[in-house]
T-cell receptor, first 109, second 112 residues
Framework: EDQVTQSPEALRLQEGESSSLNCSYT??????LFWYRQDPGKGPEFLFT???AGEEKEKERLKATLTKKESFLHITAPKPEDSATYLC??????????FGAGTQVVVTP | NAGVTQTPKFQVLKTGQSMTLQCAQD?????MYWYRQDPGMGLRLIYY???????DKGEVPNGYNVSRLNKREFSLRLESAAPSQTSVYFC???????????FGPGTRLTVL
């Protein structure tokens, strides 16, 4: 059975304090791994797609990496506006997404 | 280009009442999805439509029905609402080349 586990559940950072979020997965026939950002009361906002082990993608202070069993979302020198819940998802051989429960990140000034 | 739109934004129902959640996308995507999001459980797929004229059950379909009205619109119906259906509902559509899903703003539903 496909499974996506995110850790930690919650993360509190000081502004400028870099950290990483983890997404471990088991899926048959991985087609892609997705990262989304979700602000309170809003729908998930697409950040990255990773397709193969070793792939990396960057956007501003965020960098996503992928191995055969897990993905990391690195937040470098975070700012308060990076506070959000970050969701990880994998697409199966049918193209459907399986989501993790998310990591809630709070960045304090 | 509005992306994915959903109506209503908020709704309160009494147990046993029915309602339809509306979703529309203007990105010319073939696939559309309905999810529910509950605290600590992540997004769970209710129903999806891979193309106009087709619908399939997801992980948690019981108590729901869907209609793919045309390529743009995908509605979710609760025939007899139950308190267990209190949740936030999200519609999404996807680019079939990349599987990337784009989400609407959500409908917050409370069933009393």
């Amino acid at each position: 059975e496909d499974q996506v586990t995110q850790s930690p559940e919650a993360l509190r950072l000081q502004e400028g304090e870099s950290s990483s979020l983890n997404c471990s997965y088991t899926v048959s026939g991985l087609r892609g791994l997705f990262w989304y950002r979700q602000d309170p009361g809003k729908g998930p906002e697409f950040l990255f797609t990773l397709y193969s082990a070793g792939e990396e993608k960057e956007k501003e202070r965020l960098k996503a990496t992928l191995t055969k069993k897990e993905s990391f979302l690195h937040i470098t020198a975070p700012k308060p506006e990076d506070s959000a819940t970050y969701l990880c998802a994998v697409s199966d051989s049918w193209g459907k997404l399986q989501f993790g429960a998310g990591t809630q990140v709070v960045v304090t000034p | 280009n509005a992306g994915v739109t959903q109506t209503p934004k908020f709704q309160v129902l009494k147990t046993g009442q029915s309602m339809t959640l509306q979703c529309a996308q203007d990105m010319n995507h073939n696939s559309m999805y309905w999810y529910r999001q509950d605290p600590g459980m992540g997004l769970r797929l209710i129903y999806y439509s891979a193309s106009e004229g087709t619908t399939d059950k997801g992980e948690v379909p019981n108590g729901y029905n869907v209609s793919r009205l045309n390529k743009r619109e995908f509605s979710l119906r609760l025939e007899s609402a139950a308190p267990s259906q209190t949740s936030v509902y999200f519609c999404a559509s996807s680019d079939s080349n990349t599987d990337t899903q784009y989400f609407g703003p959500g409908t917050r539903l409370t069933v009393l």
